[in-house]
């Protein structure tokens, strides 16, 4: 098995609501703001080469919205999903599976683009499957009125109409072990119902992808809950019991929306679990 980091793009939220109730005399401390009150984010993607298999974890935002969508989220940087893969010797075609977290914009708007003519959506991906698991794509697909502009129907539905479209299991608690895909899933529903973050076994090591579950170092304080989860006090509970095996058994902890920390290791404390370490994906994925 070989890992590698696919980032699919750099953008701006609002601190405020990424940290929900947190004063910014808190949050700002590990995420500084700008003048317009907006913190440095990425959409760093993880893909996974495991014999025949090419594996990719979440897609970011994608490239075919407007101009004027895009403005809210001031994107920087020059980084692109295709770039991303292209450097690592990869490109669209070759992923054989692409494994969506969740249906949020930021992290399957790359799934589908245009066609040639701009008269209508195609996948990104031809030669893949797309997993998502039946509650959350019926979440996505009834949306609430909270996370409607979150789930965009043109990122979703297209998905559906091409026959790529597979689901997961469902785990009778919180965890589905040995999963189709080759690593263990841990479903949360703080943030939006039936997350799914990817624990991989990688040379002896434990890999988290952990989405939204952990957007940032700076979220590890439990409080320290975004605005945009619907059940913050789930997120409470899912994140404490997670960082704690983190902490227990050393898991290393990939970021995909810290712009600035791409793995972490997490320790106990007297204030609770905290960082221990920060790593480069390179480091870890020799």
């Known amino acids: ?126 030669n893949a499957h797309f997993w998502s698991n039946k509650n959350h794509w019926q979440w996505a697909t009834q949306p609430n009125k909270r996370e409607k502009a979150s789930f965009l129907k043109e990122n979703i539905l297209p998905i559906e109409e091409s026959g790529q479209l597979k689901f997961t299991n469902l785990p009778k608690t919180d965890l589905l072990k040995n999963s189709a895909l080759g690593f263990d899933i841990f479903f949360a529903n703080g943030h939006t119902e039936k997350q799914m973050i990817p624990i991989i076994n990688y040379n002896g090591k434990t890999i988290c992808f952990m989405a939204d579950l952990l957007p940032t170092v700076g979220h590890l304080p439990l409080p320290y809950v975004m605005g945009y989860d619907t059940r913050p006090l789930l997120t409470l509970d899912e994140k404490e019991k997670f960082l704690n095996l983190a902490a227990n058994n050393n898991y290393y902890l990939f970021l995909e929306h810290d712009a600035h920390n791409e793995i972490i290791t997490v320790q106990h404390t007297e204030k609770g679990v905290r960082l221990k370490h920060i790593y480069k994906t390179n480091e870890i994925f020799n």
């Open 1 to 126: 098995m070989k890992l590698y980091p696919i980032n699919a793009g750099n953008f701006k939220l609002d601190g405020g609501a990424m940290f929900g109730v947190v004063p910014k005399s808190l949050w700002q401390r590990s995420n500084p703001a700008d003048a317009n009150n907006m913190i440095d984010l990425t959409a760093r993607c993880l893909l996974i080469e495991d014999g025949n298999r090419l594996i990719l974890i979440d897609n970011g935002m994608g490239d075919k919205q407007s101009s004027k969508f895009f403005g809210y989220y001031y994107p920087w940087g020059n980084d692109s999903l295709e770039n991303s893969l292209k450097q690592q010797g990869f490109q669209a075609d070759d992923v054989t599976d692409v494994f969506l977290t969740h249906l949020h914009f930021d992290h399957c708007g790359g799934s589908i683009t245009w066609n040639s003519d701009k008269t209508g959506y195609q996948t990104a991906f031809k």
